[in-house]
Every structure is written in structure tokens, then in C-alpha cells.
């Protein structure tokens, strides 16, 4: 049943290619083409807008150095308030800082932590440029 279907399928194609004529495009069909590809293409392009604002970088930076600035010149050091009567050595006295307190690390190991470190500084704003660009098209 196959085989008969299969040989109905050829004998259908052979014809329908027999009577055919071979189209060919305008002259300058490839013109026409791109100039419509290049039409869609400045249709979809879209401006850049940063996440964050000249003008809110501007508040941030304003706000940050005024706090700076506040805790320079306007904070006097008084130890009367419920902060100083907060213990914090149970951050320092416990078992995991006492358990890490005796390990050693090799000059070589630190190296490499930094090496590693340096290395993934570099090659993530590389990589970002690169599929930036990939992807700009």
C-alpha cells in the first residue's frame, strides 16, 4: 500500500515539474529586496533610555554626599543610646570564626583567588561587548 502511494507521489511530481516553467526574478529584484529589508529595519530600531536618569543620578549623588558630609561635620560621638548597649562579640567569639580562626592559605592559593578574581573583572565587560555586538545586528 505504501510502495502504490509512494509511486502515485513520483508520478505526480514528475508531472507537475514537467509542465512547469522555470520563473526568473526582475533585473533588479535583489535591489528592491534589501531596500525593503533596510525599510523594516530603521522602522524597528529603538533609542537607547538608561534605567536610571541623569537627573536621578544627580538626586543619588547629591543625597549621598550630603549624608557624607553630615556624618563628617554634624554627628558628635555620644555614647548614651540603646546601640552601645548592644553586645556584637558573638560575631567574633563562635564556632565557625573559631573554627576558620586557625587555617592557613598558602601564598600560591591566594595568588590564584586573586588572578581568578582579576580575570573574571576583565573578561565580563569583554564578554558583555562581545554579545553586545553579537546581538546588535
Known amino acids: 500500500?505504501?510502495?502504490?502511494?509512494?509511486?502515485?507521489?513520483?508520478h505526480l511530481a514528475k508531472k507537475v515539474f514537467e509542465k512547469t516553467t522555470i520563473e526568473?526574478?526582475?533585473?533588479?529584484?535583489?535591489?528592491?529586496v534589501m531596500s525593503q529589508v533596510n525599510a523594516l529595519n530603521e522602522n524597528k530600531l529603538t533609542a537607547y533610555k538608561p534605567l536610571i536618569s541623569k537627573t536621578s543620578w544627580v538626586f543619588?549623588?547629591?543625597?549621598?554626599?550630603?549624608?557624607i558630609g553630615y556624618l563628617f561635620f554634624g554627628v558628635e560621638t555620644v555614647n548614651?543610646?540603646?546601640?552601645?548597649t548592644l553586645d556584637f562579640s558573638i560575631l567574633s567569639n563562635n564556632k565557625v570564626t573559631n573554627a576558620f580562626s586557625g587555617l592557613a592559605i598558602s601564598k600560591t592559593f591566594m595568588y590564584a583567588i586573586v588572578?581568578?578574581?582579576?580575570?573574571?573583572?576583565v573578561q565580563i565587560p569583554l564578554?558583555?561587548?562581545?554579545?553586545?555586538?553579537?546581538?546588535?545586528?
Open 1 to 10: 500500500m505504501k510502495e502504490n502511494a509512494d509511486k502515485y507521489l513520483d
Open 24 to 32: 526568473s526574478p526582475s533585473f533588479d529584484f535583489t535591489n528592491i
Open 60 to 67: 543619588i549623588s547629591i543625597v549621598f554626599l550630603v549624608l
Open 80 to 84: 548614651s543610646g540603646w546601640f552601645s
Open 115 to 121: 588572578f581568578l578574581g582579576l580575570m573574571l573583572c
Open 127 to 137: 564578554l558583555k561587548h562581545n554579545f553586545d555586538k553579537q546581538f546588535e545586528v
